[in-house]
């Protein structure tokens, strides 16, 4: 005849109580089991199971038992404990004549004084099997001796055992390898705003504020030509006019005035083959619109109006018009205010410098970054263990270097997202390509957002690619990201 019993487990102060009833009138009382206490631990090759049993409210006739058997499960992997045995008050004095022939596995057995304040301290070491990191805690209880078959159907479980090491999702990440550039060409470039007398184009060193002019292009060279890892390949000047003036007559100033400036440098240094080039613009009218856009000039939408007519084409009767905007007064603000900034030489200083080694590299990327390419960068990268401190700096230099560069910014990205600055992750991702180096970037943002559905949706077109370092990671990814569902 079978009859069940209510078991509840406390747990940090919460309770799960699984009802019953007494079924047969007269063995049990209807009351609870209390599991106030639990332990489930793995200490070196065993599983320690440590619990409380507050037994106090059950009440058990003096010539029946109770027998609770606690059981570990994970699908078709089962594992009995050592069971407890309640007893009424006859029925233990029986025990106690037959203890010999009791099976030593059921040493946890006590005797009822109903109405009693009562307590089993719980405590079995059992060897431990691996599917017992994720399992469940339940209890069997025979209060009749029907046997396993019956027992079955009567497991309570009581509390989840999870023992397993949380997953901590860490992303793999795919570094993007930049082309070796077959010859480092750079450039430097500054504007003059040299002083000339009027109609005049030969330069005074010492007129107005040609010295500093003059001097800001001298530090522009000598800043290359002091370099020694760099060749200077060419100089390149560019001379302006502003419309003040005939067109005709601005083109001869701007270009010998830009030809003046050429000579200027070349009898102060010896550029050796260096190829040397002069060009002109008789009158900046490009510079023009800009500065006035960016002016708070009164009746300046006219002005505007003024530059951007597509008539006259005659750029001398476009100036008219602006001589006679307004009875004038807006052309006295462009002289004072404008035109000076449109009188200009532009140069640019080209120049090579020489590929390093790995020694080398190493040595300059603390003490002149701007000498490496992002190449030689990432060849020094390869040098350090990944995800090591040196190996992340690199990257952090090479962005700073090449601050627009999408490959920089994509494994400056992967950096940070190692480090799990996502904030800053998502910046340099904003100035990469649409690669699929990216998209597994973006993917692992994703997993560590919680936002998985998303990650796995980015994800799955990368795996079912060929392989490579992209599909094997994006593999690797889909991995974790199945074992964080399952925990």
Sequence with gaps: MKRLLTITTMLFGAATILSAQETVSGAVQEGTILVERKLVEKADSFLIVDMTVNISSIEVDRNRSVVCTPVLQ????????????????????????QEHDIQPESRFVVRRYNKQEQRLDYHVRLPFCKWMEKSEFALLTDLCGCGWEALQNDRTVLFPVNLAEPVVLAPQLVYVAPQAEAVKSRSLEGSAFLDFPVNKTEIYPDYRKNPQELSKIRETIESVRNDKYATITEVDIKGYASPEGGYANNAYLAEYRAKALLDYVRNMYDFGNARMQVNFEPEDWEGFELRVEASNLPEKEEILAIIRADEPADWDKREWRLKMLAGGMPYKILLRDIYPALRHSDYVVKYTIRNFTVEEAKELLYTDPRQLSLEEMFRVAQTYEPGSDRFKEVFEIAVRMYPDDPISNLNAANIAISEGKLGQAKRYLAKT????????????????????DRAEKLLTPLAAHEDSPVAEAARGNLKQIKLKREE
């Design 74 to 97: 994970r699908g078709d992997s089962l594992r009995l404990l050592p069971p407890i045995v309640i007893n009424g008050r006859d029925r233990h004095i029986l025990y106690e004549r």
């Design 433 to 452: 390509t649409d690669t699929p180096q990216r998209q597994l970037a973006e993917a692992a943002i994703c997993m560590l957002e919680n936002d998985l």
